[in-house]
């Protein structure tokens, strides 16, 4: 069973940066993978992915701020956040499904793996 673990969340004020890091426990190599959030009282949110083939996507309310990135040998998919906004607060978590070659749609459903999160909170 696939484990996933994520980091790098924090506290930043409004235009700030933070780089999120969801580790795998085996290799990458043969997953896509995607970040979702969720805010406080919110449903979960697909925010990005990667395709095996390095191929990203976003969600249009991030794009052009955020990067999606992926390191198979560090079994590590990296979310590079710049100028963060008060409406980007929410937990942060990483999700993997296998085989997928294209990037699966950004429904929680078509996802088999994700972690617990981390939380990224905006604010002045």
């Known amino acids: 069973q696939l484990q996933l673990v994520e980091s790098g969340g924090g506290s930043v004020q409004p235009g700030g940066s933070l780089t999120l890091s969801c580790a795998a426990s085996?290799?990458?190599?043969?997953?896509?993978v995607a970040w979702f959030r969720q805010a406080t009282g919110k449903g979960s949110e697909g925010v990005s992915c990667?395709?095996?083939?390095?191929?990203?996507e976003y969600v249009d309310s991030v794009k052009g701020r955020f990067t999606i990135s992926r390191d198979n040998s560090q079994r590590t998919v990296f979310l590079q956040m710049n100028n963060l906004q008060p409406e980007d607060t929410a937990n942060y978590f990483c999700?993997?499904?296998?085989?997928?070659?294209?990037?699966?749609?950004?429904?929680?459903?078509?996802?088999?793996?994700w972690g617990q999160g981390t939380q990224v909170t905006v604010s002045s």
């Open positions: 999700a993997a499904t296998y085989g997928n070659p294209l990037c699966p749609a950004l429904e929680l459903s078509e996802w088999n793996h």
């Open positions: 085996e290799s990458l190599a043969y997953y896509a």
């Open positions: 990667i395709s095996l083939e390095k191929k990203d």
